[in-house]
Nanobody, 117 residues
């Protein structure tokens, strides 16, 4: 079974920075995609940033130039570096992996990010 554990969420003031981490464990092979979603109260879930096999990282327009997704393959970890945070970035952030020929999806539990003064 694949497990994903996020960390790094918390509270920051507008303009601040956070780095989210997602550590994957278990039977991980043939990763098709990985990345981060977020969901704020009253809003639909939004794909924030992702790696897709054979492609460059993708970013939502709302975070381009501020967020960076990167990974450390030796640690089975994907990160989301968030800079110049805005109140509208407040949400629960969840990481995911899509794995295998059937494109199975695995989710973390989510980590809360709150941006306010």
């Amino acid at each position: 079974q694949v497990q994903l554990v996020e960390s790094g969420g918390g509270w920051v003031q507008p303009g601040g920075s956070l780095r989210l981490s997602c550590v994957a464990s278990g039977s991980i092979f043939s990763i098709n995609a990985m990345g981060w979603y977020r969901q704020a109260p009253g809003k639909q879930r939004e794909l924030v940033a992702s790696f897709i096999s054979g492609a460059r990282p993708n970013y939502a327009d709302s975070v381009k130039g501020r967020f960076t997704i990167y990974r450390d393959n030796t640690k089975n970890t994907v990160y989301l570096e968030m800079n110049s945070l805005k109140p509208e970035d407040t949400a629960v952030y969840s990481c995911y992996l899509r794995i295998g020929a059937e494109n199975h999806v695995y989710w973390g539990q989510g980590t809360q990010v709150t941006v306010s003064s």
